[in-house]
């Protein structure tokens, strides 16, 4: 055998192609017709309609919402009790123990004084420790997703946009049109035996026996030993089951009959699906904004951040693949219990303690992101990142409350960091998204994350967990 | 009517890809039901040529919904033994010979792995070019050559052990 030639080998298997006998009775109008009239429900293994493509975005969509949402709800509802049972106890401690200049909650206070009643203990204890900063550094409280198109090919099968989502391949004429030429010939030909002809009893086409639409319409393609062979076009009154079909065929039949015009092969409808725009390797840069909210080991959140930025990104491996970087500044607000904040870095007075603590902290945040695309080059396609940041605090602000031996103050610290604290590394992105194509504009983002710190941030060194729903647009560079 | 003309047509492309009769019902449904719901895109301007355009777009409605079918078990490499009863069965002297050796070809085919299976059945059978079914499949044009190399081989290797003389015959 191995002195067979490819081409024997191909045509062996051409052969066989057309004329195995293959049972053919399966069909089975009834569930067409059924799965027509009802758009009845897909073969659970077969293709997904687009609809339900659709659908099942949207599902996903708001399944990824969800915990956001869920989170938010929580943390808004924390935040209210939590508020509440500070302001109840808080004032009430403040009000009886510091009668006269001491105020539960103020804003840009200097530093405690010796107005502070005598009889606290270590009176001038707390002015040693907010005064560090207070009296002139007061800032402002901030807290409140069959051929090419038009080419021609005469005597060939066309094989135009098929069916929703499949995609239209461009096709070079030379090999195929030659190729599909022959095959058509050896269809037409009566002696050939494929199946068609054989079952189509010498009359191809739409038949259904009655009246001819065009019965000069006769032969057709290559011409050769077709005399036996009419292509009559007949369309009758169909039985009331087919009725769906016979409304799709005559509606294709009349138009397309009334014209003659030289042939063209059937137009193809682009697909943007099918023919992605973005090249598989390429730099795209963004900018995108989000809500931010931060969280001190679970607690409650009372106030939002903000996060604005730009993105760098490279893709690859066929767009499947990317790497991201780029510089968000990151206001973060948050709230914790004074228990998980170091105080090393704030001399309090003796016998004294934090009660809570609302912190405010401004810095750059410097992100290094692997990205998987889900479906690369889909007008909407789905990612994941996952990587990395580096964080530049340049300013903090605290506003806290500090208790002893039964009476609670608040100060107000602005911290002005004259180099800022870096934290290389030190936070772990994680994030699922999905990009739309916007046309020129570029793409839509909508990226839902979640910030984990591997250490404690800031001067009392909490692990600030954030989260968010990062929104911008992209754009594709080169 | 369209469907039960050309219904022998496309349940014979679907199952040289797909592994089983069943499976190529299934791909077939599938693909009429595309047919029917985009038929007003079919647009032909002459009416002589119509037949043709016709069992071209069949081809490649037929084919893509395969291929979609396929994608979705490229993971399933099990080679499944062709029942007797898909077989249509004649009893026509000389073309039922034919009939076998077809029958065997064919059960080489499909007992190629898919990836060279269908290369092979969309290079070799329906006359595309390496460009056009890397662009089709999402794989390189060097994967496809690669891959109807061998499934070539493969063939090669399964019809030596077959009777070559009833095969030379043939050619």
Known sequence: ?478 | MLYDQYYGLCIKIAFRYVNTYEQATEVTHDAYLKMFRSFSRFEVRDKEKVEMLLIGWIRRVVINAAIDYMRKEMNNTQSYPIPEHVWEHKDDGQSSDNSVLYKELIALVKALPPAYRIVFNLHVIEGYSHPEIAKMLGITTGTSKSNLSKARAHLQKALAAENSEKILCQI
């Not at chain 1, 036996?228 to 007949?234: H, I, L, P, S, V």
């Not at chain 1, 530049?392 to 103050?409: A, F, N, P, R, V």
């Not at chain 1, 608040?410 to 699922?432: E, G």
């Open chain 1, 1 to 478: 055998m191995s002195n067979l030639k490819d081409t024997d080998i191909d045509d062996l298997f051409r052969r066989a192609s057309d004329k195995y006998p293959l049972r053919t009775d399966s069909a089975s109008w009834d569930r067409m017709a059924a799965a027509l009239e009802n758009k009845g429900p897909e073969p659970p293994d077969g293709p997904i309609a687009p609809e339900e493509k659709r659908k099942r975005r949207f599902f996903w969509l708001f399944l990824l919402l969800l915990p956001l949402a869920g989170a938010g709800y929580y943390t808004w509802h924390h935040a209210g009790n939590s508020a509440a049972s500070r302001n109840s106890t808080g004032v009430a401690a403040s009000t009886a123990s510091t009668p006269a200049t001491v105020q539960n909650i103020t804003r840009d206070r200097p530093a405690p004084t010796a107005t502070e009643p005598a009889s606290a203990p270590a009176a001038t204890a707390p002015a040693s420790a907010p005064a560090a900063t207070a009296p002139g550094g007061t800032a402002p409280a901030t807290t409140a997703a069959a051929t090419a198109p038009d080419h021609t090919r005469p005597a060939t099968p066309a094989a135009p946009e098929t069916a929703a989502g499949i995609p239209a391949d461009p096709r070079t004429q030379s090999g195929r049109t030659r190729f599909l030429a022959a095959r058509s010939r050896q269809h037409q030909h009566p002696g050939s035996g494929s199946d068609i002809d054989q079952n189509s009893t010498g009359t191809t086409g739409f038949s259904n026996n009655s009246t001819t639409k065009d019965g000069s319409g006769a032969n057709s393609t290559t011409g050769s030993n077709s005399a036996n062979r009419t292509t009559a076009f007949t369309v009758s009154s169909p039985a009331t089951s087919d009725r769906l079909f016979y409304d799709l065929q005559r509606a294709a039949i009349s138009r397309d009959f009334r014209v003659s015009v030289d042939v063209t092969a059937p137009t193809v409808k682009k697909d943007s699906a099918a023919k992605p725009k973005d090249k598989p390797k390429h730099f795209y840069a963004g900018i995108f904004g989000s809500p931010d909210l931060s969280t001190v080991k679970m607690q409650s959140v009372k106030s939002v951040g903000t996060t604005f930025g730009i993105i760098l990104g490279y893709t690859f491996k066929g767009g499947r693949w990317a790497v991201e970087t780029g510089a968000y500044l990151d206001r973060k607000k948050y709230y914790t219990e004074g228990e998980y904040f170091s105080t090393q870095e704030i001399p309090l007075p003796a016998n004294s303690w934090l009660t809570d603590v609302d912190g405010t902290c401004y810095m750059w945040e410097i992100p290094l992101n692997a990205r998987y695309n889900f479906n690369p080059g889909a007008k909407t396609s789905w990612f994941a990142t996952a990587g990395l940041s580096t964080y530049l605090m340049t300013h903090e602000k605290y506003t806290y409350g500090l208790d002893w031996t039964g009476s609670t103050t608040t100060y107000d610290r602005n911290v002005n960091l004259k180099k800022p604290s870096q934290y290389p590394f030190s936070i772990i992105n994680l994030s699922a998204g999905f990009e739309k194509r916007l046309g020129k504009i570029g793409n839509l983002r909508v990226e839902p994350y979640v910030r984990l710190p591997l250490t404690g941030l800031g001067t009392g060194k909490l692990p600030i967990m954030s989260a968010g729903v990062n929104i911008g647009i992209t754009r594709q560079l080169w």
